[in-house]
């Protein structure tokens, strides 16, 4: 197993009552899970949909630990990507009688000097290693869409700007971002909810991923935290930070 260090945070935020994130973390001999599960605030009992999802993903994991000692990563991003339709289908039928409740997901797995991914909605992945910094996944929101004002000839934002278009839950069938890569020794990888980038600079992210033989993930969340609450934002906020001390 990789030598890896971890650090988490999920916190409600300010103003909220209710924390409607839900993180997971899983280690393996073989691999490790990391997720991070948004409940859409907008929607009813956001918090449930986002614990369904990542209390499956654990049944899913733990029914299937021969599969993970085999290491066949295209069969586990499979079984996983299933466990989201699954999820998507219970959630779906539940809110045709009830109202709906949606979350997304972003999930990384993380196995010798490999990654996969596979995600839903606009919940982060990010990395970092000694020569660059990404963003792994794509926000799945309407974007910068503009109407002209026929008179004034005036540029208006859509009104469907930010609104997030795939869910797990929302619609009767659902597609997960998937992908993959190769990561090296003291790579960083960070997993978000959108509470920490809409009130936190890319800047500040790229600063707290920097590499360290310390293991001071702790306190680099705690610096994004501190940004987020200066800038204003009263939501739930969850981060992952993984360091990759070593690639076996």
């Not at 197993?1 to 988490?8: A, D, G, R």
Request: hydrophobic residues 35%; glycine residues 8%.
């Amino acid at each position: 197993m990789n030598n890896i260090t971890y650090s988490k945070l999920s916190e409600c935020g300010p103003l909220r009552k209710i924390n409607q994130d839900s993180i997971l973390i899983l280690t393996h001999d073989e691999m490790s899970l990391f997720c991070i599960a948004d409940g859409m605030g907008g929607l009813s009992e956001g918090e449930k949909a986002s614990s369904l999802m990542t209390e499956r993903l654990s049944a899913w994991w733990s029914a299937h630990s021969d599969m993970l000692y085999e290491k066949n990563m295209g069969q586990i991003a499979d079984g996983l990507e299933s466990v989201i339709s699954d999820v998507n289908r219970e959630l779906y039928e539940y809110g045709l009688s009830n109202q709906q409740c949606g979350t997304t997901a972003s999930i990384l797995c993380v196995s010798k000097n490999m990654y996969f991914i596979l995600s839903v909605g606009d919940s982060r992945i990010y990395m970092r290693n000694k020569r660059d910094f990404h963003q792994l996944t794509k926000d799945e929101i309407w974007s910068n869409q503009w109407i002209i004002e026929p008179r004034s000839g005036v540029k208006i934002p859509d009104n469907k700007y930010g609104m997030l278009l795939n869910a797990i839950g929302t619609d009767k069938t659902i597609i997960a971002q998937r992908m993959g890569g190769f990561f090296e020794k003291g790579s960083v990888f960070l997993i978000c909810s959108d509470g920490l980038y809409k009130f936190c600079d890319d800047r500040y992210i790229k600063k707290a991923m920097k590499y360290s033989k310390e293991s001071v993930l702790d306190r680099r969340i705690g610096f994004l935290k501190e940004k987020v609450l200066k800038n204003g934002e009263k939501d739930n906020l969850s981060i992952i930070m993984i360091k990759i001390d070593d690639v076996r």
